[in-house]
């Protein structure tokens, strides 16, 4: 089992429509959990930080439940430029005490008219 | 632009020559970080430095592949006798403490 797995999609949805994508992983001591978009050919920008039970900024909703092992990010009124490739990443404690990231392979998500 | 900058944004070579990239950090941030991506894929850890200190490699990072901080600043990632199998995204990443890492512009390489 991959540490953390996404469908890789890709969402084609309308316009306004409201879209969730699930990101699972495996290590159950994970503390934090983050949400990255990612533009064709760009660097990761992170999205959203999932700290605790869930976190909330303007459209956009992420979620965690520890005991199923999950995190989701929902977006409300979905525009164009939601187009991208979103990223769940796990925090994990390197050996010398940093914390590196373990991601998923992204999902995709296209917004149509 | 989260202000951790890379260089150079696209390199071209051939297989079996050396490489050289570069990160510039956020200035406050002592941890730095150096992933890869390929196609499809999410970003894959490779080192991990706090300030000049390289406290962690990835499997990944074979002999052929050196990373250096020094002062704690600047960070400088080496591919030596590089292969087709190199060709990929080289995202570097910086942190304060346990706060969100905050990535660069990427240097994406091809090896002919």
């Known amino acids: 089992r991959k540490e953390v797995e996404q469908d890789p999609g890709p969402f084609n949805v309308p316009e306004g429509a409201t879209v969730a994508f699930n990101c699972t992983y495996s290590?159950?001591?994970?503390?934090?959990f983050f949400w990255y978009r990612q533009d064709c050919r760009k660097e990761p920008k992170l999205l959203m930080s999932?700290?605790?039970s869930g976190n909330e900024d303007g459209r956009f909703t992420a979620q965690l439940n520890r005991a199923s092992q999950y995190i989701s990010l929902l977006i409300r009124d979905s525009k164009l430029s939601d187009s991208a490739t979103y990223l769940c990443?796990?925090?994990?404690?390197?050996?010398?005490?940093?914390?590196?990231?373990?991601f998923g392979t992204g999902t995709q998500l296209k917004v149509e008219l | 632009d989260t202000g951790v900058s890379q260089d150079p944004r696209h390199k071209i070579t051939k297989r079996g020559q050396n490489v050289t990239f570069r990160c510039d950090p956020i200035?406050?941030?002592?941890?730095l970080y150096w992933y890869r991506q390929t196609l499809g894929q999410g970003p894959e850890f490779l080192t991990y430095?706090?300030?000049?200190?390289?406290?962690?490699k990835s499997r990944l990072l074979s002999d052929r592949f050196s990373a250096e901080r020094p002062k704690g600043s600047f960070s400088t990632l080496e591919i030596q006798r590089t292969e087709q199998g190199d060709s990929a995204m080289y995202l570097c990443?910086?942190?304060?403490?346990?706060?969100?890492?905050?990535f660069g512009p990427g240097t994406r390489l091809t090896v002919l």
């Open positions: 990443a796990v925090n994990g404690v390197t050996t010398g005490g940093g914390n590196k990231l373990t």
């Open positions: 290590n159950s001591a994970s503390q934090s």
């Open positions: 999932v700290y605790s």
């Open positions: 200035s406050e941030h002592n941890r």
């Open positions: 430095f706090q300030n000049e200190a390289q406290l962690e």
């Open positions: 990443a910086t942190n304060k403490l346990y706060n969100e890492q905050f």
